[in-house]
Every structure is written in structure tokens, then in C-alpha cells.
């Protein structure tokens, strides 16, 4: 872990990626927006409206190629507030549309080939969402926010060629699709400055197509998709300067298919899960992790499968002493098969007192059994 600096109390650790990050939610308000609401709060309102509209295309041409690319980019901001004697609410509504389009058109003749192509990517976003704060003076303050983006994405081409030295004509045609979406929320109270409790969650799904058929004297041609899942939420507690500690947690999931034509298909899954507890009392600091992955994979008759298992702690105590140690164990295999499973276990342990590091590793495989330091 080596050295070790103060961690704020009002940070949490910065563990299990793609877990929810509380630490820049404090940093700032939430950047995007839902629809206008009323934040039922008595009339009048200070209210402040603003608002952007961005929009550009050009063509150029790169070799033979003539490309065409356009943007829009559409955002919206309303502030509400309202002084209520030592209180002050405020209401933050934001939302922000964007679209990207890039088409790619060209002619070719050459002496191996004569033909046409014809491209286009699109992405489309949707960002909605907003914040209600309610802060008193010389205290703390409540905040409440939620947030929602939408995306989709898309992608084309399509080719017709001629090689002028065989006569074999080729036709080439691919498309692809995606989309995903997610829903975030957060929540923290502190009723003293520096004191608090913080909460935040996070879902997301999304799902992606792809084709893909090529002519080129014979026939080619393939068909995938993955749907995917996921969630994370995020807990801490902050007590100042004293302590605070902090909990975080994601699973995420997915189904896959892939079919090559005439007759190649194969489909798998796959699930992961990390789990995160840490925090600072004084000069210490501790953290623990643990994250565990599955992925299964069919084609044909045989099946594979992986899986995999970790463990890792840490606990310093300011620049004096620190410790980190982590274990893994992992399981391969395919069925069916004569071939036994392979399985691995491997471990590591450093320490630094004093600025002095130590280490010490081992990597464990069974069937056949090898132990050997790293």
C-alpha cells in the first residue's frame, strides 16, 4: 500500500470500480437534469434560466472519400431559490440533449477494383435530472438529486465492389445498434458541518445487435447480441475529524450470442460482483475488498467456464506502518473433457514500516500441484 497520506474524513475510498462515486457527488451539483418541477416552496422565487444551443456540419474529404459530419448539442438549466429566515432551498433542474452524425461516401477505380461504399455512425443522448438542497446557516444542510441518461448508438456500411482481373463481384453489408440507459440517485444529510450521513445508487441496462452478410462469390455471414445489466450503491458515514467510514457494492451481469453462418453458433454469460468496507478513525486507515466473476461460454458441444474469487485488505497507521494482503483463487475448465480442471491460488503480503517496504508472494496450480514464489 506504501505510504499513507490523512484521508479526509468527508471522502469515501475509492473502491470497486464502477461503484457509485460519492466523493465527486460532493465535489459538485449533479450535471444533468429533469423536466421543470415545482419545488413547492412558498412564492415569490429567485429563479435563474439559462440555456445553450450548439450546432455545426461540414464536409471534407479524405482521399476519395467524401465525409459529411454535424453535431447538436441542446442544454437547459433552471435555478429556484428561496431565502426562508437562516434557511436557503434550492432547486437545480438541468437537462441536455446531443446528437452526433458522421457519413462516409466514396467511388474507387483502381486496376484491382472498381466500386462504391457508403457509411454512417449516429449517437444519440439524453440527460435529465436535479438537486434540491436545503442548508441553514452555522449548520448543516440536506440534499436530495436523481439522475437519468439515455443513449443510443447506431453504425452502418455498406459496399459494392468489382475486381476487374476475375469478374467476381462483392457485396459487403454491416449494421449495428446499441442502447443504454441508467438512473442514479443520492441523498446526504448533515446536520453539523463536517458531520453526515451519505447515500447514493446507481442501475444501468443497456443491449447492443450487430449483422453482419458478405457476397464474394460465396456466402458469409454473422449475428451477435449482448444484454447487460448492472447496479451499484454507495454508503458513508462522516463524523469530521474523528472518523469516517464507508460501504460500496456493484453486481453486474450479461447474455451473449454469436452466430457465424452457415452453421456456427455459440452464447455465453457472465456475472461479477465487488464489495468494499473502509474508513479512517484518526490516523488509521483500513479498507477491505472483495470481488468475485463467473463466465460461462457454449459452442458447439462443448461448454467453458471460468470463475474466480478475491480477497484483499489494507490497514496503515499514518507514515509510521502499512500493510496490504490479497488472495485469489480462479478455477478453468471445459466440459466435457477427460482433462481435469485447472486451479490456481496465489497470495501476496507487503508491509513498509518506516518507509522500509517488505514483500513476499506465492502462485499455487493444482492438477498437477506447483507451488513457485512471485
Do not use: C, W
Not at 483463487?329 to 473433457?337: I, Q, Y
Amino acid at each position: 500500500m506504501g505510504k499513507h497520506s490523512r484521508r479526509k474524513p468527508s471522502y469515501l475510498p475509492k473502491v470497486a470500480v464502477g461503484a457509485a462515486p460519492l466523493a465527486l457527488l460532493l465535489a459538485g451539483p449533479a450535471t444533468a437534469i429533469a423536466t421543470q418541477t415545482d419545488p413547492s416552496i412558498p412564492l415569490p422565487l429567485d429563479h435563474q434560466r439559462e440555456g445553450s444551443l450548439d450546432r455545426g456540419a461540414g464536409f471534407t474529404t479524405e482521399g476519395d472519400t467524401s465525409v459529411f459530419r454535424g453535431f447538436l448539442n441542446n442544454t437547459e438549466r433552471n435555478v429556484f431559490g428561496k431565502d426562508l429566515g437562516d434557511a436557503k432551498a434550492v432547486a437545480d433542474v438541468r437537462r441536455s440533449v446531443s446528437e452526433t452524425v458522421e457519413t462516409r461516401e466514396s467511388v474507387s477505380a483502381r486496376p484491382d477494383k472498381v466500386g462504391a461504399l457508403g457509411a454512417a455512425k449516429t449517437t444519440e443522448t439524453l440527460k435529465q435530472g436535479q438537486r434540491e438542497a436545503v442548508k441553514v446557516d452555522r449548520y448543516g444542510s440536506v440534499v436530495a438529486g436523481n439522475e437519468t441518461e439515455l443513449e443510443r448508438t447506431g453504425a452502418r456500411l455498406t459496399e459494392v465492389a468489382l475486381d476487374p482481373r476475375t469478374g467476381v463481384p462483392t457485396f459487403a453489408s454491416q449494421d449495428d445498434r446499441a442502447l443504454r440507459a441508467s438512473e442514479g440517485t443520492y441523498h446526504a444529510v448533515r446536520p453539523l458541518p463536517g458531520v453526515g450521513v451519505i447515500n447514493e445508487t446507481d442501475q444501468r441496462a443497456g443491449g447492443a445487435l450487430d449483422r453482419a452478410v458478405r457476397l464474394d462469390g460465396g456466402f458469409s455471414g454473422d449475428l451477435g447480441g449482448v444484454l447487460e445489466a448492472g447496479r451499484s450503491s454507495g454508503h458513508a458515514v462522516d463524523i469530521g475529524e474523528l472518523a469516517a467510514v464507508g460501504t460500496t457494492s456493484t453486481q453486474h451481469g450479461n447474455g451473449r450470442f454469436k452466430g457465424v453462418l452457415p452453421l456456427d453458433v455459440g452464447s455465453g454469460t457472465a456475472f461479477g460482483q465487488d464489495h468494499a468496507f473502509g474508513g479512517t478513525v484518526g490516523p488509521g486507515t483500513g479498507l477491505v475488498t472483495t470481488g468475485q466473476t463467473v463466465d460461462l461460454a457454449q459452442h458447439g458441444g462443448g461448454l467453458t467456464g471460468s470463475g474466480s474469487h478475491t480477497i484483499s485488505g489494507d490497514l496503515g497507521i499514518g507514515e509510521v506502518a502499512s500493510v496490504h494482503g490479497a488472495t485469489t483463487s480462479s478455477v478453468r475448465g471445459v466440459l466435457p473433457t477427460t482433462d481435469p480442471a485447472r486451479v490456481t491460488q496465489s497470495g501476496t503480503l507487503d508491509l513498509t514500516l518506516l518507509g522500509q517496504p517488505a514483500h513476499t508472494g506465492y502462485t499455487a496450480g493444482a492438477l498437477p500441484l506447483e507451488i513457485k514464489p512471485s
